[in-house]
């Protein structure tokens, strides 16, 4: 199945994208940003089963940074493009 993707906006390595049968826009992020989340969530994951709670909280700490960047960046794009946020 194939889909038509329009790029709205971007802002450093993110990008706010539209595709038909979606009511709000989309935000992309790069491979390796993926990867690093994750890797950082299954560090905070691990320092937890070992009982490392301060380390746990640092990695969670820089998982919700990341996140939080992310929303950030959304947010900026579909103001700056005129459009409602879907929350």
């Known amino acids: 199945m194939e ?11 993110y990008s706010l994208i539209s595709w038909e049968g979606r ?3 989309a935000l992309t992020i790069q491979g ?3 990867h690093l989340l994750n890797e950082t969530l299954k560090g905070a994951q691990s320092e937890l089963s070992r009982g490392n709670i301060d380390d746990a909280a640092f990695s969670i ?3 919700v ?3 939080s960047s992310m929303e950030k960046a ?3 794009m579909m103001q ?4 409602r ?3």
Request: hydrophobic share 25%.
């Open 3 to 13: 889909y038509e993707a329009k790029i709205i906006d971007s802002q450093g390595d």
């Open 85 to 87: 946020l879907p929350y």
């Open 65 to 67: 940074e990341q996140v």
């Open 74 to 76: 959304y947010g900026e």
């Open 61 to 63: 700490r820089e998982a």
């Open 23 to 25: 009511r709000f826009p």
């Open 32 to 34: 390796d940003s993926l």
């Open 80 to 83: 700056k493009k005129g459009l």
